[in-house]
Each structure stands twice: as C-alpha cells, then as structure tokens.
C-alpha cells in the first residue's frame, strides 16, 4: 500500500506523551503482568514467591502504525517498571522481529536500564546501557529485551520497520542465553544456568 502526507491521518501525524504513563496519544496500551511473563526468569522459584504476593504491572506499550508498506515506520512507547525476580531486573519479553532483517531503533527517555542483545545465528550477546539522551542501535536479526536497572520507571521509545513484526515463540521455547542480575548492586550479565538452557 502506498502512502503521502495526504493519506496519513491528522493524529498519527503529530502524536503527544507524557514520560508519566506509556500512552502516546490515545492509543490503546499494552499491560504485561507478573503473571504474562512466566518462563522469561531464571530464578523459578523467586518468581513464584512474587506471583504468590501479588500481580504487578511489569511494563505497557502503546503503538503507532500510520501506514504499512515498503519504506514506512511504525513505533511504539514502553514504560517498564523496576524491580527484580530474585537477582534478576525486571524485563520485557523479547523478541526476533518476523521479519529478521528488520532493525530498530530504541530511544532512553526517563529512568535507566538497558538492551539485552543477542545475535541469532551466534548466540553472541551483548548489554548495551539504554538512558535518557541516548539510542541504541538493535540490527536485524537481534533478539532483543528491555530490562530496568534503576530504581524509577523506564520509558523508551522503540522506532521500527512497519514490516518488522514481532516473533515471540523463539525466546518462549528458548530463552535468552543470559541474564541480567545485580551483582553488587550492578547490573552485570550472566551465562543463564545450566539447568535452564
Ligand atoms: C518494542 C517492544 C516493547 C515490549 O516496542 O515491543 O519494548 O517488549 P516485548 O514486545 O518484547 O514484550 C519493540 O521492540 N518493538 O519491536
Ligand atoms: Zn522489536
């Protein structure tokens, strides 16, 4: 499908948010609970603790798609709360995108944390700080999650392809490789456990 300045509508062309709620403009939001994300930490037992106490609100995310189609962007605002699963920070998911050779393009706005990157074919990762006045570059063919190392709500901003989509089954089935823990109060990124690979 193609698109113009003509057939992009008047709200998706000049969108408000605040850095207090993920919400850009009046988009619908994504909630991901406590609850949602069983299976993405490695500490089974600490997580079941948690569920037991209570089901918080992990992160929201709301999106922009003006237009699909070759060439054209779409992007989306995620606030992610802190707080940990035993040692490991609070994170989102993660995913490929369905089309791997899409890239993104992630931009710190409040709060501190960082990209957990891993590369699909080596399996090589890397942790890249994601903070206010600054962007990270996530290439195509990237697993990729958020997690918060800080003690306030992260926000950021996640700019991609409209073609990119989201492919979740591949880090449901296999988590990522490593994790991301405080370790004397600093993040640092660990090979996961044996018994969970
Ligand atoms: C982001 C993510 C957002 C939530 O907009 O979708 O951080 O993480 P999960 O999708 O892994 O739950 C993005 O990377 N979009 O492509
Ligand atoms: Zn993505």
Request: glycine residues 10%.
């Amino acid at each position: 499908m193609s698109s113009n300045l003509l057939t992009i509508a008047p709200a998706d062309l000049f969108v408000r948010y605040s850095l207090d709620s993920a919400r850009l403009g009046e988009r619908p939001m994504v909630e991901r609970r406590l609850a949602d994300l069983r299976g993405s930490f490695a500490d089974a037992a600490a997580y079941e603790a948690a569920l037991a106490r209570g089901n918080p609100i992990l992160y929201q995310v709301s999106a922009v798609e003006p237009a699909s189609g070759d060439g054209q962007l779409h992007y989306g605002l995620g606030m992610l709360q802190p707080g940990r699963i035993g040692d490991e920070y609070y994170l989102t998911k993660g995913h490929y995108h369905s089309h791997r050779p899409a890239a993104e393009l992630y931009v710190g706005l409040r709060g501190e944390g960082a990209m957990l990157l891993e590369d699909e074919a080596s399996g090589e990762s890397r942790l890249v700080p994601l903070l206010p006045n600054s962007a990270v570059y996530v290439p195509g063919h990237t697993a990729h999650r958020t997690v918060n190392t800080g003690t306030e709500p992260l926000v950021y901003l996640g700019i991609y392809p409209s073609n990119a989509g989201h492919d979740y089954a591949a880090i449901a089935e296999k988590n990522f490789r490593h994790l991301v823990v405080a370790r004397d109060g600093r993040p640092t990124l660990i090979p996961r456990p044996a018994a969970q690979l």
